[in-house]
Structures are given as structure tokens and as C-alpha cells.
């Protein structure tokens, strides 16, 4: 899908919306940083002519995290324009070898075929510039930007603050992202929940995450991408009842849902989510994983 449009959310800080949405940030120049890229190579090709349409040059690549949605259209920008690629630590792996990413939701095990299409693995991306996820200033390329913690929906992850704007990426999700797909990914609940605390206190007017529409109510968008999780908690709980494996855990919770997963993609992705659900429910106490006689089961600790 090309992108349609650039829209601007401040003076210097623009984006361009999207299954995913991509961050342009300008100087007075005519510079532009981009902040992710969109899925594919189709998706990088009609960036690129978007942005010189609109008199701008690209010149940097800032990723947020790296779920191939984010980073698919890198190779094709990176090899076409030499635009250097700024990564985050740990998450820089799976840009250069995407095939972590399907094989890490399959369990670790060489993953299925049907599970290595461009939605889980995206063309391997130079990485140029590893960063620290830290809070703090980033100098990236001519443009100096903001950088917020945000892990949790990713093993590493950041907000990016220019001006009164943050690209907050997948640290929160569009009021219609959270009722189309109820149960948001995430990768470490707890990490989750604190990257939505620390949103509330960030001094940005607008907040525009990866999926979805920009905001100036933060609070809003914060209570209910919690309400959100907070449900799925319950769903999970309820589900464990009897002592429940994962796979069935899995298909209690999704049977909730309007559309459950029907495609190998969207069952893994769904099934490492609850896992983190699982996890997080067991370090509040909640549950704890019974092994025997060769299953895991999950119950309730009285
Ligand atoms: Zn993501």
C-alpha cells in the first residue's frame, strides 16, 4: 500500500500515515530523518518519492524497535539513498538477521514456512549506529532528537521527542487499533505498563503512535491501552482455569475475541503475547507453571 500523504503535526515534525506510521522530522535545510520505515521495499520506494515531491532529502533512518512492520522499507532506502540506519541495542540483531524474528515466535526452533513472509521477516538492514535505550538526547545524523524508554511491547524500544511532538511508536496504540485487534502485542507486560506511566509524563502536545491516529489526550490513550491490558490479565487468569496448557490458554482467550487468529502469523504472534501474560501473571503470584509427566500446565496458586 503507497503512502498517501505527508501531515504535518508541528512545524518540523511531520508524518506519513500508514498501516504503520513513519516519522519525518525536517530541518530548515531541507534535511529529513525518518523514524521507521514502513513494511516493505514498495513501501521505502514510495517514501522516498513522497518525500522529494514534497523538496525533501532524506538523509537518516531512526528505528524505533524492530517488528518487521517498522523497519522493511530500510534496505530499500538504505541501498538506494546510503541513508545510515540508527538501531537500538539488542533489537539491531533481528534488522540485520531477520530471521530471529519468526524463529524466536516458533519457539526457537526453525520456523515454518508459512511463518517467514514479510510481516515477521523483513529484508536484513545495515545497521550503522547502534544507540543505548536511555533517556536522553540522540544526535542522529545533522538532527538532534529526544529519546523515552518505551520497552515492553519490545524487548527494546523508544519514543522519539522533537518539539512539542513524540513519535511514540508501538508504546501505545490507536483507539481504533485497540477495538480492531483487542489484545495489542506485547513482550513483557510489566515493561508495557511502565512505558504507558512514563507517557503521562512526557512534554510533548501530540503523541502519534505506530498504528492509529495522533492524540493530545494522552491520558486517554493511556487508560485505555491499560484497560486494554488489564482485560487481557482477567482473560488470561479466567483461562488457566483447571490447569490449562498453553495452546488451550490460547484458544479459551482468542475465542473472546471477534476475529481470533486464523493464519500461522497471527496464531504465533498471539501465542507469545498470552506467554507474556503468562509470564507476567506468574511473577505477580498469580499462577505458576506445573511440569508433568510431560505437560506444562498453568493453575492458579491458592
Ligand atoms: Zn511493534
Not at 138 to 152: C, D
Not at 207 to 220: K, M, N, Q
Amino acid at each position: 500500500m503507497a503512502p498517501a500523504r505527508l501531515i504535518e503535526l508541528a512545524p518540523d515534525a511531520l508524518y506519513v500515515p500508514g498501516a504503520v506510521n513513519v516519522g519525518v522530522i525536517r530541518n530548515a535545510a531541507g534535511e529529513a530523518l525518518l523514524v521507521d520505515t514502513g513494511g516493505d521495499k514498495e513501501y521505502g520506494r514510495s517514501l522516498r518519492k513522497l518525500l522529494e515531491g514534497a523538496g525533501l532529502r532524506p538523509v537518516a533512518i531512526l528505528n524505533t524497535h524492530s517488528h518487521a512492520d517498522h523497519y522493511g522499507g530500510n534496505e530499500y532506502l538504505a541501498r538506494n539513498l546510503s541513508l545510515p540506519v540508527w538501531a537500538p541495542e539488542l533489537e539491531e540483531a533481528v534488522l540485520h538477521y531477520p530471521y530471529l524474528e519468526p524463529m524466536y515466535l516458533f519457539g526457537g526452533a526453525a520456523p515454518l514456512a508459512g511463518l517467514r513472509n514479510k510481516w515477521l521477516e523483513a529484508k536484513s538492514s545495515p545497521v550503522d549506529h547502534i544507540y543505548e535505550v536511555v533517556d536522553g538526547p540522540l544526535v542522529v545524523g545533522p538532527f538532534e532528537v529526544m529519546r523515552h524508554v518505551t520497552s515492553g511491547h519490545a524487548m527494546r524500544q523508544v519514543a522519539v521527542g522533537v518539539g512539542a511532538v513524540c513519535y511514540a511508536a508501538d508504546a501505545f496504540f490507536g483507539a481504533e487499533v485497540l477495538a480492531k485487534y483487542e489484545i495489542p502485542f506485547v513482550h513483557e507486560v510489566g515493561g508495557q505498563l511502565d512505558s504507558l506511566e512514563r507517557l503521562l509524563s512526557l512534554p510533548y502536545d501530540i503523541f502519534l503512535p505506530g498504528h492509529g491516529e495522533p492524540t493530545r489526550d494522552i491520558a486517554f490513550a493511556v487508560a485505555s491501552n491499560r484497560a486494554a491490558i488489564e482485560r487481557t490479565a482477567e482473560w488470561v487468569r479466567g483461562a488457566v482455569t483447571g490447569g490449562a496448557t498453553t495452546s488451550e490458554v490460547v484458544h479459551r482467550v482468542t475465542s473472546r475475541l471477534a476475529a481470533p487468529p486464523s493464519t500461522l502469523s497471527t496464531y504465533f504472534l498471539m501465542h507469545a503475547c498470552i506467554l507474556a501474560y503468562l509470564t507476567y501473571l506468574t511473577s505477580l503470584g498469580d499462577l505458576a507453571p506445573v511440569v508433568e509427566a510431560g505437560a506444562l500446565r498453568w493453575v492458579k496458586t491458592p
